[in-house]
């Protein structure tokens, strides 16, 4: 297959900064999108696989799956997109098609394997895929999505992993008038979590550590404001909550929170902590709770989150940045000393080396 030389930013090794490098990207076949790439967020998943916190990456590595762009070249088969539009790609960049779960349009589970926008093992030109921390991308046009025309585009990249993320199990679980939804922690993930469930209709009820943030989920939207480390404020929530939508990734108690639901609730986990987490049996027997998880969404159900935060005006809270200070972003994402999101500006790879 034919290839062409692309400009990046990655690492060959966990122990290195990110730097400009050159990766291959397959030359457009007839069902190809190829996009520049217009702004890339850096989501805390990102970080994991630089650093090979799961094990498994393989380098060099080029991150990057929120990734926002305009259409340069379409292959001669594809009709959704053209030229000049704007288009997204988000974590799924390839699925078998034919599976159960693929034909259920939940391609994140595809039993014969999906294929990341970054780390993922490359179908078409071997070895991995490259991610959005380059200059163009070239995906296949089923896993292209239409990007609606955000006011703030920079903003709105974030959408294409955070948001979907918390935007799949809100609407799962139901969240809309009439139920209690409770948030946990307030970062890239959960401020956005906000948002979507007060545009869905749902009464907001956010439980944080840091008393610092009890009057900023307020200020994006939530009904109430819980400082979790006060036992007096939590005992007045309990079994109270249709569901929590659960965003730690730090080792936490998950019982505390089990205990919040009404009966048939639900703690949903979206965060991804390092260690297993330990349930006490009674605290989801009684009252019939459930432990739950989810993990993205579907193409289909990304293109409807995009629309519906395009519909609500719903964007993240970020800090854009230079592709020169990436490496200190990731620093800093580290100590989560970011408000809620970093989104780099990919014209400055122009001026990387």
Not at 29 to 53: P, R, T
Not at 268 to 282: Q, S, Y
Request: proline share 3%; net charge negative.
């Amino acid at each position: 297959m034919e290839t062409k030389q692309v400009q990046a930013f990655g690492t060959a090794a966990a122990t290195e900064p990110l730097k400009g490098i050159s990766i291959k990207r397959r030359v457009v076949q007839a069902h190809d999108v190829e996009i520049e790439i217009l702004y890339c967020g850096i989501c805390h998943s990102d970080l994991h696989q630089i650093k090979n916190d799961f094990g498994g990456t393989t380098y060099p590595i080029v991150p990057g799956h929120e990734i926002v762009g305009r259409v340069t070249a379409v292959g001669e088969h594809v009709q959704s997109f053209k030229v000049g539009d704007l288009a997204a790609v988000g974590c799924i960049v390839d699925s078998c098609g034919h599976c159960e779960s693929c034909k259920d349009g939940i391609e994140q589970f595809c039993e014969n394997g999906v294929t990341y926008s970054f780390n993922s093992p490359d179908k078409e030109l071997g070895g991995v895929t490259y991610g959005g921390f380059s200059k163009v991308y070239v995906c296949n046009e089923k896993y292209v999505l239409h990007m609606p025309d955000f006011k703030d585009l920079a903003a709105a990249a974030p959408l294409l992993c955070a948001g979907i993320t918390v935007y799949s199990p809100l609407k799962h679980w139901g969240a809309g008038p009439g139920k209690k939804v409770g948030i946990l922690g307030i970062g890239g993930l959960g401020h956005l979590a906000i948002k979507i469930a007060k545009a869905m209709g749902a009464h907001v009820v956010v439980f944080t550590t840091s008393a610092s943030k009890v009057a900023d989920a307020k200020r994006l939207g939530a009904d109430e404001a819980v400082l979790s480390s006060d036992a007096g404020q939590m005992a007045k929530y309990a079994r109270s909550l249709h569901f929590i939508i659960d965003t730690v990734s730090a080792k936490h108690d998950v019982n505390t929170y089990l205990n919040l639901l009404r009966h048939d609730g639900a703690v949903v986990l979206v965060g991804l902590p390092p260690a297993p987490l330990e349930i006490g049996a009674f605290n989801v027997v009684m009252g019939n709770r459930s432990f739950a998880g989810s993990n993205i969404g579907g193409i289909a159900e990304t293109q409807e989150m995009l629309d519906f935060c395009a519909k609500h005006t719903i964007v993240a809270e970020i800090e854009k940045i230079d592709m020169g200070y990436v490496n200190k972003a990731f620093e800093r994402l580290e100590k989560g000393d970011v408000h809620y999101r970093f989104v780099i500006d990919m014209n400055s790879l122009n001026e990387i080396p």
